[in-house]
Protein backbone atom coordinates (compact mmCIF):
# COMPACT_ATOMS: atom_id res chain seq x y z
CA UNK A 1 0.00 0.00 0.00
CA UNK A 2 1.43 3.62 -0.87
CA UNK A 3 0.61 6.17 1.55
CA UNK A 4 0.37 9.63 -0.21
CA UNK A 5 3.48 12.28 0.78
CA UNK A 6 2.78 15.71 1.45
CA UNK A 7 4.51 17.92 -0.75
CA UNK A 8 7.91 19.46 0.69
CA UNK A 9 6.75 22.52 -0.41
CA UNK A 10 3.54 22.63 2.12
CA UNK A 11 5.95 21.12 4.98
CA UNK A 12 8.38 24.11 4.54
CA UNK A 13 5.77 26.72 4.53
CA UNK A 14 3.86 25.70 7.85
CA UNK A 15 7.31 25.30 9.63
CA UNK A 16 7.61 28.65 8.68
CA UNK A 17 4.16 29.97 9.46
CA UNK A 18 4.71 28.34 13.01
CA UNK A 19 8.34 29.69 13.44
CA UNK A 20 6.93 33.35 12.72
CA UNK A 21 4.08 32.72 14.68
CA UNK A 22 6.42 31.84 18.11
CA UNK A 23 8.65 34.47 17.25
CA UNK A 24 6.04 36.92 16.87
CA UNK A 25 4.25 35.67 20.23
CA UNK A 26 7.62 35.76 22.88
CA UNK A 27 8.25 39.30 21.58
CA UNK A 28 4.89 40.59 22.24
CA UNK A 29 5.08 38.92 26.10
CA UNK A 30 8.43 40.26 26.24
CA UNK A 31 7.99 43.73 25.22
CA UNK A 32 4.70 44.72 26.02
CA UNK A 33 4.81 46.15 29.37
CA UNK A 34 7.90 47.58 28.92
CA UNK A 35 6.84 49.23 25.16
CA UNK A 36 3.72 50.24 27.19
CA UNK A 37 5.11 52.01 30.46
CA UNK A 38 8.08 54.17 28.33
CA UNK A 39 5.37 56.19 26.75
CA UNK A 40 3.55 56.84 30.39
CA UNK A 41 6.96 57.05 32.17
CA UNK A 42 6.78 60.89 32.02
CA UNK A 43 3.30 61.74 33.54
CA UNK A 44 4.38 58.71 36.34
CA UNK A 45 7.67 60.88 37.06
CA UNK A 46 5.59 63.99 37.36
CA UNK A 47 3.14 62.19 39.77
CA UNK A 48 5.97 61.20 42.05
CA UNK A 49 7.91 64.55 41.95
CA UNK A 50 4.35 65.83 42.98
CA UNK A 51 4.09 63.75 45.79
CA UNK A 52 7.71 64.33 46.59
CA UNK A 53 6.61 68.17 46.84
CA UNK A 54 3.68 67.60 48.75
CA UNK A 55 5.31 65.43 51.90
CA UNK A 56 9.24 66.18 51.44
CA UNK A 57 10.28 65.68 55.00
CA UNK A 58 7.87 63.31 56.26
CA UNK A 59 6.54 59.34 55.39
CA UNK A 60 3.14 59.95 54.15
CA UNK A 61 0.31 57.05 53.44
CA UNK A 62 -3.00 58.60 51.70
CA UNK A 63 -4.94 59.57 49.21
CA UNK A 64 -2.76 60.87 46.07
CA UNK A 65 -2.01 64.41 44.59
CA UNK A 66 -4.93 65.97 43.15
CA UNK A 67 -4.92 65.44 39.43
CA UNK A 68 -2.46 62.08 39.36
CA UNK A 69 -5.52 59.50 40.89
CA UNK A 70 -6.04 58.23 36.96
CA UNK A 71 -1.86 57.26 35.81
CA UNK A 72 -1.51 56.50 32.13
CA UNK A 73 -0.82 52.32 31.61
CA UNK A 74 -1.59 51.57 35.05
CA UNK A 75 -4.95 52.70 36.34
CA UNK A 76 -6.92 54.61 39.27
CA UNK A 77 -4.48 54.64 41.88
CA UNK A 78 -6.68 54.38 45.43
CA UNK A 79 -3.59 55.31 47.77
CA UNK A 80 -0.15 56.41 47.77
CA UNK A 81 2.85 55.85 50.30
CA UNK A 82 5.92 58.25 50.10
CA UNK A 83 9.04 57.73 51.75
CA UNK A 84 10.98 61.14 51.45
CA UNK A 85 14.77 60.86 50.93
CA UNK A 86 15.02 62.28 54.61
CA UNK A 87 13.86 59.16 56.04
CA UNK A 88 16.23 57.17 54.05
CA UNK A 89 19.34 59.32 53.20
CA UNK A 90 19.23 60.19 49.71
CA UNK A 91 17.33 57.47 49.04
CA UNK A 92 13.43 57.58 48.62
CA UNK A 93 10.30 55.47 47.52
CA UNK A 94 6.56 56.03 46.40
CA UNK A 95 4.34 53.53 45.91
CA UNK A 96 1.03 53.72 44.19
CA UNK A 97 -1.27 51.04 45.27
CA UNK A 98 -3.40 50.70 42.47
CA UNK A 99 -6.17 48.16 44.88
CA UNK A 100 -7.22 48.87 48.26
CA UNK A 101 -4.15 49.62 50.58
CA UNK A 102 -1.84 46.75 51.65
CA UNK A 103 -3.76 44.84 48.55
CA UNK A 104 0.12 44.40 47.53
CA UNK A 105 -1.55 45.37 43.68
CA UNK A 106 1.05 48.02 43.27
CA UNK A 107 3.15 50.51 41.27
CA UNK A 108 6.29 51.60 42.38
CA UNK A 109 9.19 54.15 41.91
CA UNK A 110 12.17 53.30 44.04
CA UNK A 111 15.74 55.24 43.63
CA UNK A 112 18.99 53.99 44.31
CA UNK A 113 17.80 51.73 46.88
CA UNK A 114 16.86 47.43 46.35
CA UNK A 115 13.60 46.19 45.51
CA UNK A 116 11.25 45.72 48.44
CA UNK A 117 11.77 43.02 50.18
CA UNK A 118 9.41 39.59 50.05
CA UNK A 119 7.37 41.07 47.28
CA UNK A 120 6.97 39.70 43.54
CA UNK A 121 8.10 42.40 41.26
CA UNK A 122 8.75 43.41 37.79
CA UNK A 123 10.87 45.84 36.69
CA UNK A 124 9.57 48.25 34.09
CA UNK A 125 12.87 49.91 34.34
CA UNK A 126 14.35 53.49 35.51
CA UNK A 127 13.64 52.14 38.92
CA UNK A 128 10.10 51.90 38.23
CA UNK A 129 8.65 48.03 39.54
CA UNK A 130 4.81 46.31 39.06
CA UNK A 131 4.28 44.70 41.79
CA UNK A 132 1.48 41.88 42.81
CA UNK A 133 0.48 39.86 45.21
CA UNK A 134 1.85 35.71 45.37
CA UNK A 135 -0.84 33.15 44.30
CA UNK A 136 -2.83 30.94 46.71
CA UNK A 137 0.31 28.36 46.34
CA UNK A 138 2.69 30.70 47.57
CA UNK A 139 4.10 31.59 44.03
CA UNK A 140 4.83 34.51 42.40
CA UNK A 141 2.96 35.18 39.22
CA UNK A 142 4.41 34.04 35.36
CA UNK A 143 6.88 37.18 34.78
CA UNK A 144 7.76 38.13 38.05
CA UNK A 145 10.36 37.57 40.33
CA UNK A 146 10.99 36.87 44.15
CA UNK A 147 12.71 39.74 46.19
CA UNK A 148 13.43 37.69 49.30
CA UNK A 149 13.62 39.71 53.24
CA UNK A 150 16.75 40.61 54.76
Request: proline letters at 9%; charged letters at 10%; aromatic letters at 12%.
Amino acid sequence: MVTPRVPRSALIWTALATGLFLIGAILFFTFSVNRTSVGNRSVWNAAVRAELASHPTASFQGPPVHGYSNLPGVGRINWVTVYPPSSHGDQYTVIFWIGAVNSDEQVAYVSHSSRPYDTCDKSLGSGWLRIEPMNSEGMCPRGFLFAPGP
